[in-house]
């Protein structure tokens, strides 16, 4: 049974039915529905409201039981999962991964170097190698396989695709949907050397999405693991925070008061986009990025985070006018509609269309027939 929603408590509430007591906030709500959101999260007992009815107790008790366990591994959390997709909710902890580290081999020390000082940053965050696990020996801060074998975790050695995907996808479903605590302890797939990497990395893809909490491999190789910390990263972000970046003024290979100047929202994978192109422009720029709760610039505009208003405000608060002779904007294609509201807004700039998509800001800058001066 998977964790009763808002709406579906909020059902059995005394406003639903119109029943006596309505919206008496007593909880310390001030509705019913509050209370149901509320209890929904967790954020309040199921005792604060003394006129539920005794199934919902029962129900929500079922409910609210934790489908898998959560194992802490060396400081890494792994399971804790309470839900089959993403959207439903969020994922909790990602897909740790792992990388043995065989003592009795004589190259030992150089790929265990390479694993500690492997690292990549994406969207503002450090991936690294989660944790080392040991074999014939042990080292400070790793675990020993056999310490590994004794937590409450399901190890599946990977052999053929269609079995441990089928396994890991029966695993999960009993846990989730069942609440069976004979599948509730977090799973891990054990990756034996192989010469096949390309493989090794679809596979792995795959059980990330479905649903591996663990990876131990044997092999290392930094293009893999790029892969699939980056798939990972995105699995794992929660759906209902985007990912942002903060507010400001961008600079990108030294502008000055006569530079391009590019307009933005918040939404990290946008402003990744962009600024990539940016960087590798022959022509320094600027990126104004504006406030829209880390959404992309279609639904920051039809969410009524990016209007006319919000622009000339953040350029106000920023003092940009006072930083550039420039005195043309250019905002992302997708918002070109918006060109003469903006400009009627915003009495210092004029407003250029840029491009759609951001690839295409190299072949826009070419063509650009802009007067800088
Ligand atoms: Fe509704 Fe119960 Fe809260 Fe009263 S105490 S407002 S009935 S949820």
């Known amino acids: ?42 954020q309040i007992g199921i005792d604060k ?12 008790i079922q409910s609210s039981k934790q489908p898998q366990k959560t194992v802490e591994i060396k400081g890494v959390k792994i399971g804790g999962e309470n839900v089959l997709y993403r959207h439903e909710k969020t994922f909790i902890n990602k897909t740790a991964i792992a990388v043995v580290i065989d003592m009795a081999k004589p190259d030992w020390k150089e790929k265990y170097n390479r694993v500690k000082n492997f690292e990549i940053k994406r969207v503002n965050e450090f991936l690294k190698v989660d944790l080392i696990v040991t074999q014939n020996g042990k080292l400070p801060n790793c675990i020993t396989y056999d310490e590994l074998k004794k937590l409450p975790l399901k190890e599946i050695v990977d052999e053929e695709f269609s079995k441990t995907s089928e396994e890991l996808i029966a695993i999960r479903t009993k846990a989730v949907l069942e609440k069976d605590e004979n599948f509730s302890n977090p799973v891990y797939v054990y990756f034996k050397h192989t010469q096949d990497l390309n493989l090794l990395c679809a596979k792995a893809s795959f059980y990330i999405c ?41 600079e990108f290979n030294n502008p000055d008061e006569n530079s391009l100047i590019f307009m933005t929202t ?22 104004i990025v504006t406030p829209a709760d880390g959404m992309s610039v279609l639904t920051a505009w039809s969410a009524e985070k990016f209007t006319a208003q919000m622009v000339a405000k953040t350029l106000k608060k920023l003092d940009f006018a006072s930083r550039v002779k420039n005195r043309k904007i250019i905002i992302p294609g997708l918002l070109a509609h918006m060109k003469e ?27 650009l027939d802009i007067n800088l001066e």
């Open 1 to 42: 049974m998977t964790e009763l929603s808002g709406l579906q408590i909020f059902k059995y509430l005394p406003a639903a039915k119109k029943a006596e007591h309505t919206n008496c906030k007593e909880c310390g709500c001030p509705t019913c529905m509050a209370y149901a959101l509320k209890l929904a999260k967790h």
């Open 49 to 60: 409201c003394s006129y539920l009815p005794d199934d919902l107790k029962e129900i929500f």
């Open 210 to 250: 479905k649903y591996a909490n663990m990876f131990v491999f044997e092999d290392f190789d930094e293009a893999v693991m790029t892969t699939l910390m980056t798939l990972r990263q995105n699995i794992f972000t929660d759906p209902q925070k985007p990912l942002q970046v903060e507010s400001k003024i961008y």
């Open 266 to 287: 918040n939404f990290a994978l946008t402003f990744y986009a962009v600024a990539n192109e940016l960087e590798s422009l022959p022509v320094p720029s600027y990126l």
């Open 341 to 367: 509201e903006l400009e009627e807004e915003i009495k210092d700039f004029e407003i250029v269309v840029g491009t759609i998509e951001a690839f295409a800001i190299s072949d826009f800058v070419k063509n």
